[in-house]
């Protein structure tokens, strides 16, 4: 969950309880709410408080270089950090094929938003499946998501943090505003570690994997956990979930087909070296 407080929070309370499910969507074994997909495999379910806020006048405008947010926290010694996973490659439990068949299942969901997913990786220069893949595991697809924490939207943006990125935070449920601040928020992260780990001339895209889930850490529980030896155990939960769903068929690209066909599957994507991409 994005943020940039860390509060007290259940985990796989992503999507309100109240919120209707759609009728259009008739999942395989019978009614369930999109947001009761996450209590079938989170192992961990509340995330400890007490992290002091970012203020938002650390995230600069989108466009402008980012001069601050990598700074706010000491560099480490790379040698500590270097290829060092958050989490090892996981592989999948049944719990979580079970909950990819129910999705893959429902197309009109899960793929409903490749269009927009496709047009903000490719402004911000990131990973299309990795951005798929923080959107199935941050919302399941549902624009309308909103967690007790008051992350909103596909993306799970936090109003403080949608307005440091130049998203209005009123627009966060209209899908292509959270997608588009998720998206500008990933990529501030991304330049962040670029300059702590010192990636100049390496594309986001061919990033090693200990940098994406670093990344995908830091979207999470805030951007300090870049550096963070010593992460909460829903924070690797996090990660790992973000994972299992880049590795699945859920975050194929298949809208539009025409524009998804130029984009690989994941069996593809991995490198002979074991990069993410």
Partial sequence: MLRLTI????????????RAQDPNIAYLSGPIAPGQLNRMFD???????????????????????????????RRPALSALHQQLVVPVPKETPAYRRTFRIMLANPAKTDRWDELILRYSRIYKLDSRLLKSIMAAESEFDPKALSPSGARGLMQVMPATSEGVGVSAATLHDPRSGVKAGAAYIQVLFKAAWRIFNLKGVRYTDAPMWVVQRVIAAYHAGPKFLTKLRLYPSTRAYVRKVVLFYHSKVTDLRRPAAAAANFPSYSEAVTSSGSMY
């Fill in 7 to 18: 509060t007290a929070w259940t985990l796989c309370g992503t999507v309100s309880p109240t």
């Fill in 43 to 73: 192992a961990a379910t509340n995330r400890p408080a007490g992290i002091a806020a970012l203020a938002p006048k650390t995230f600069e405008p989108v466009g402008s270089p980012n001069k601050k947010l990598e700074t706010l926290y």
